[in-house]
């Protein structure tokens, strides 16, 4: 299994990024973003499982939206109202069973 993630970059306070999170393998469980600010640990921030339910972190709850392409076995994070503290390298996991997977990670800056 393997997941590359993209769309991460510099954007103003206020303003929206997409990141994508594209997938090698199927029939996961569920699939997760998680985001690690320098000096902090890493940090779940949402999740969609097998049958659509989604789930947030309450400090992006209403800001962010995770949904997914199985067609193309891609996971969005749309992020909106981005804030400063939300900078940090976004990585997305996938669960099956008792394995998961990592992507590479994509740095996301939130500055004026």
């Known amino acids: 299994v393997q997941l590359q993630a993209s769309g991460g970059g510099l954007v103003q306070p206020g303003g929206s990024l997409r990141l994508s999170c594209k997938v090698s393998?199927?029939?996961?469980?569920?699939m997760s973003w998680y985001r690690q600010a320098p000096g902090k640990e890493r940090e779940w921030v949402a999740r969609?499982?097998?049958?659509?339910?989604?789930g947030y972190a309450d400090s992006v709850k209403g800001r962010f939206t995770i949904s997914r392409e199985l067609a193309r076995n891609t996971v969005y994070l749309q992020m909106n109202s981005l804030k400063p503290e939300d900078t940090a390298v976004y990585y997305c996991?996938?669960?099956?069973?008792?394995?998961?997977?990592w992507g590479q990670g994509t740095q996301v800056t939130v500055s004026s």
């Open positions: 996991k996938a669960d099956r069973g008792v394995a998961s997977w």
């Open positions: 969609i499982y097998g049958g659509g339910t989604t």
């Open positions: 393998g199927s029939n996961f469980n569920h």
